[in-house]
């Protein structure tokens, strides 16, 4: 071996050239990734936000929404979901393809590289996709003037913190699910779609019926969204929740990530 | 002797109840090419994928450069070239990203890599293809780029599973020289195969295998004397009649193997055997007389050919 291979290198930033080569594949979908998560949710935010917004400027002011016009009050919501989707696009699709359609995970595998820090990689290049979305869609939103600069910046980490609570179990699950026939519609259909519509992101969840409201409880979105509402406009509630909110989310990463990195390796050394 | 590159001993590798790998024992030395020959399903996929430190094993030890794989996995896939079975190329990204991000995997610099590139494409016939996505290349020029993509690092082992497995004849014999010439730089190469015609090209020793277990060792010649006779003569009577004769044929030679379309007669002068044949006023509809290969050796082995 002449080539002056440093496996103690490897060691340390292996799960960085897989991010790295995870980045180049994402950045050859540039234009679709702007479009779906950048584009989606400015539809939503100018449908809702501007047309659902009058009718509740009209009836009620900004009573129901703690003072904030409507537009701004849905916006860390928004933010928050579109970490998610992307998160969760880049934690499923490469994982799936790694192991099955492709085997690519095989592949890096076979060099000093690890199960683990395979995960780890795919996992970072999802959270860097989901930095680059959120940071254009805060940047358009302080441009249409939905928000104003300041502490509303922290809206950037807090969606992607969110993103990546769900991102992790997103990647568990496809690492570990064997037959992907159905699960994308499943994921998209039953775990997507209700968590959009329930967690608080188009009013606020305590205006539900009690019996709706553990669909927000459980999920990151809310918790995201909570949080990124405190840092854009003040909080007034207690704040033992904002820290049950941080808490929650971080206690999401630990766990799915861990079992992730397990199952990566494990099915690996299959 | 000097140590061997890779040293097994009574491996064994069990999955649920069925044992894919069942204590099996041999050595690589040093710019040796050694091959494991058998049908699909004899274990050899599995022994590779346990020499290139990517799966664990039940029970046995293996020893790859002093180390154990299953231990050091990064440190002993560092020396380490792998070429999977199925190609598991970046078909999204060019040729040469995809020689260019595996060798980030190995920690490569990004100048010693880009001049690795130039070789590679070179070696692999590939210079006019570097900036075409791999999804558009054939199937003998992806083989020939996960080759090039195994060699990235130098390896002091290159590990190839079933290497021209779905391959068009032309494309190998490309493949064959390429490797052939990897064989005569030095580099130690492990292939699998269940072509016999590869493993008497590539191999300077190989292993027999079938059903997890090794059933002979040694060079392809020394296992044809061993195991065959000098000449084999084959004939066919037709379907049916194959069988009938079959006894008749049996006096005139030292072996025979009935197969449902040719009998398979082993004898040390197959012209010699066939006048007699004649004499006897049997009149086969087809007759040729070649050297005995490594299918002989094989069937002789377990009763079965290679590829059935």
Sequence with gaps: MNAGIDVKQIQRFGAFYIAGARIRSISKWKAIIAAVDIGNPLFYL????????????????????????????????LLANTAITGVMDECIFPTIEGFKWRKLFFAQNAT?????????????????RAIFSVSVYYVLLLI???????????????AVFGGAAFGSVMLFFAAKIE???????????????????????????????IFLQPIGWVSPLWHATELGRAVAFGYKGPSFLLIVHFLYLAIMIAVAFGLSLRQFERRLSK | MSKPLISVRGLTKVFGDFTAVNGIDFDVAKGESFGLLGPNGAGKSTTMRILAATSTRTSGTVEILDKDPEKFGPLVRAHLGVVPQQ??????????????????????????????????????????????????????????????????????ILLLDEPTTGLDPQARHILWDRLFRLKEQGVTLVLTTHFMDEAEQLCDRLVVMDKGSIMAEGSPSGLIKEYSS??????????????????QLAQMCERMETLPDRVLMYTEDGEKLLEQIAAAKLHPTTSLVRRSSLEDVFLRLTGRTLIE
């Design chain 1, 46 to 77: 100018i449908s809702v936000g501007i047309g659902i917004g009058v009718l509740v400027q009209n009836h009620s002011g900004t009573s129901g929404t703690g003072g904030i016009k409507y537009i701004a009050f849905i916006a860390p919501a």
């Design chain 1, 112 to 128: 000093p590289i690890t199960g683990y820090q395979i995960a780890t990689g795919v996992y970072i290049a999802a959270i860097a």
């Design chain 1, 144 to 158: 249409f003037n939905v928000i104003d600069f300041g502490t509303s910046i922290l809206l950037i980490p807090v």
């Design chain 1, 179 to 209: 037959k992907e026939d159905y699960f994308f519609n499943i994921i998209q259909r039953l775990v997507i779609m209700p968590m959009f519509l329930f967690s608080g992101t188009f009013f606020p969840l305590n205006s539900m019926p």
């Design chain 2, 87 to 156: 190609d598991n190329l970046d078909g999204e990204l060019t040729v040469s990203e995809n020689l260019f991000i595996y060798g980030r995997y190995f920690g490569l610099s990004k100048k010693f890599i880009k001049g690795k590139i130039e070789e590679l494409l070179e070696f692999a016939q590939l210079e006019e293809k570097r900036d075409v996505k791999v999804e558009a290349l054939s199937g003998g020029m992806k083989r020939r780029l996960t080759i090039a993509r195994g060699l990235v690092s130098e390896p002091d």
């Design chain 2, 230 to 247: 000098k000449e084999v003569l084959e004939v066919r009577f037709g379907s049916d009649r194959n069988k009938e004769i079959a006894p």
